[in-house]
């Protein structure tokens, strides 16, 4: 399955692809006017509609001897979807994990066990707000869903531009973190960590 899920999204098959993509944006901006129960009877209506033409056009192939009577979506029907009970226990276990783990992270940042932490965490509250006026969490969803299917294949495409990219972004973050810590510790040079460097002088 997972394989299965890292071929459509890095575009192994783009038709398919291309169908799951245009499904999932469609779907949700449909949501922007619809209910979802309309939605999803909408999309049920058409898909039954799709199939059973298909079985019906298939059928009449066969009683004309045009075909060979097989079922169009014998493929499908025979895929395999169930879960052992080991890989279902499996899956209940890591939700309840990540779960917990998300509640317990959740307590420490509202409860401050960590002051900086929270701070962090209330600015980006803050920052959500904003976002918030400008847009939904559906507005995010359909963001989200584009990006999941572009920026992997984009990145696997120009993955050393963007590595290089990062690391100078990074280099400049870990300047500005180097310059607040030093401020943070009464300022001052920092110190020579070449071999043989000047020692900072002592009063």
């Known amino acids: ?38 939605v999803l009877s909408n999309i049920s209506l058409a898909v039954m509609c799709f199939t059973i033409s298909v079985r019906i056009y298939y059928q009449f192939l066969y009683i004309l001897n045009w075909g060979d009577g097989e079922h169009p979506f014998k493929s499908y029907m025979d895929m395999d979807i169930s879960l052992s009970g080991e890989q279902a226990q499996n899956h ?22 960590n002051l900086f932490d929270s701070l962090k965490f209330l600015f980006l509250m803050y920052l959500m707000t904003y976002l918030g006026a400008l847009c939904n969490g559906l507005t995010l969803v359909i963001v989200a869903v584009i990006a999941v299917f572009s920026l992997p294949l984009f990145y696997s495409r120009r993955q050393e531009q963007i590595d290089g990219l990062i690391a100078k972004i990074q280099d400049k973050i870990d300047s500005v973190r180097d ?25």
Not at 27 to 36: A, D, E, T
Not at 192 to 198: I, Q, Y
């Open 1 to 38: 399955m997972d394989s299965k899920v890292m071929d459509l999204i890095y575009w192994k098959d783009m038709e398919r692809t291309g169908m799951v993509l245009t499904g999932l944006v469609v779907g949700m901006l449909s949501l922007f006017q619809l209910s979802i129960i309309t």
């Open 92 to 113: 209940m276990r890591n939700i309840i994990v990540m779960t917990l783990s998300a509640v317990e992270t959740l307590r420490k940042l509202f409860l401050v066990a």
């Open 179 to 203: 310059t607040l810590r030093r401020l943070a510790h009464g300022g001052g040079p920092p110190p020579d960590t070449t071999p043989g460097g000047a020692k900072p002088k002592t009063q």
